[in-house]
């Protein structure tokens, strides 16, 4: 079997002793070629050595993890990011469909991670992450923000602007676009409500919608989208909605 290389770039020892004991134990598809302890060694380590998976703390001392990619944009390799709790960070890490493991690692996550990044790179899917990563991270301006849709065919990425509304559908969510196009998501509604910033909405059970897109509003309880659509507003999520029209 082609071993993954991979290197650790994480600021604690201690994470990196256990990161690489549960890689050699759990993961063997996975070769760690080298560590770094923050980005001043990292930067030209990922340089010379090229890997192909890079364990990515995001705090470290001289810099995060974005200021990281920030410096290795022109690289290709896949990241698994590895966090302590930061609604920010993680906010960041699902609107661009980024791996990431939450400290302490989970060793089931952990696995589940290796084998999502081996069988990207055995069917040589170029999808560049990190770039819309770093693209965020420098914008800030919400709406004009970037969000991987991971669909039934791969990925898809849209600017939030462009997202007028967004329907649950099972295990899927609908999402329509400034455009006309409707695109089925591989996520649940409830994963959108979580990292979708304002001016996204949740007023229905089923239904998220773009503020910035209504057309009108009337008082039996339901709103009108630019798009023509007509929209139902519960009273679960009546205030939360007419609050950002105040």
Do not use: W
Request: charged letters at 25%; glycine letters at 4%; aromatic letters at 10%.
């Amino acid at each position: 079997m082609k071993k993954i290389k991979s290197v650790i770039v994480e600021d604690e020892l201690a994470a990196r002793e256990v990161l690489k004991n549960y890689l050699s134990k759990y993961c063997p598809q996975v070769e760690v070629i080298g560590e770094a302890q923050n980005i001043k060694e990292a930067v030209p380590m990922l340089h010379e050595l090229q890997p192909e998976l890079v364990f990515l703390d995001v705090e470290m001392p001289f810099g995060n993890a974005f200021d990281v990619l920030e410096a290795c944009k022109e690289l290709q390799f896949e990241t698994i990011f590895v966090t302590a709790f930061s609604e920010y960070s993680l906010k960041a890490l699902n609107q661009s469909a980024a791996y990431y493991l939450l400290k302490p690692i989970s060793i089931e996550e952990l696995i589940i991670a290796v084998n999502k990044v081996h069988e990207h790179l055995l069917n040589h899917e170029i999808f560049n992450r990190n770039k819309i990563i770093v693209e965020n991270f420098r914008e800030t301006k919400p709406e004009k923000q970037q969000v991987i849709l991971p669909t039934l065919e791969g990925f898809e990425v849209v600017k939030m602007e462009e997202i007028v509304r967004l329907r649950g559908n099972g295990n899927f969510t609908d999402i329509y676009l400034s455009n006309g196009n409707k695109k089925m998501v591989c996520r649940f509604l409830k994963h959108f409500a979580e990292i979708l910033p304002h001016p996204f909405v949740r007023v229905h059970k089923s239904h998220i919608i773009n503020s910035n897109c209504v057309k009108s509003y009337n008082k039996g309880g339901t709103l009108t989208l630019n798009d023509g659509s007509e929209i139902e507003v519960s009273p679960t999520y009546k205030d939360d909605f007419l609050k950002g029209f105040k």
